[in-house]
């Protein structure tokens, strides 16, 4: 639920949110079944063509997929640190509920 209170100081961060479960959601449909190509991932996840080609750039760009004939397909180097996601999300995770603290401590005085 996004809340319209004319804040905007979250927008970007929210939008790489966005981006970013877009890019899970895309990685998480090749480990599934690979290589595949934008219209097979637009089938498989229901994201637009178009935002799936901003994505798979953005992967290969990572390290994360490299192009082939037939498809996108995950990096061997991505496969062996792919338990690294779950750290770098905890650790985010670790830095937002700080910000919510602090928040709450300094605009509410909360404890």
């Keep these: 639920m996004v809340l319209n209170t004319g804040i905007n100081i ?3 961060l929210r939008e790489d949110v966005e981006t970013t ?14 290589p595949a ?22 992967l290969e760009r990572d ?5 082939s004939r037939e498809g996108a397909i995950i990096t061997p180097e991505f496969l062996e640190q792919k338990q690294h ?16 603290e602090q928040i709450g401590k300094s605009f509410f005085g909360k404890k």
Excluded: C, W
Aim: charged share 30%; aromatic share 4%.
């Design 10 to 12: 979250f927008k970007e």
């Design 21 to 34: 479960k877009r890019h899970l959601m895309i990685i998480e449909s090749l480990m599934k079944e690979q």
């Design 37 to 58: 190509g934008i219209v097979k991932i637009a089938q498989t996840t229901g994201i637009p063509e178009h935002k799936i080609r901003y994505s798979l750039r953005i």
């Design 63 to 67: 390290g994360i997929i490299i192009p």
């Design 85 to 100: 996601i779950l750290i770098e999300v905890r650790e985010i995770m670790k830095d937002l509920n700080a910000m919510e």
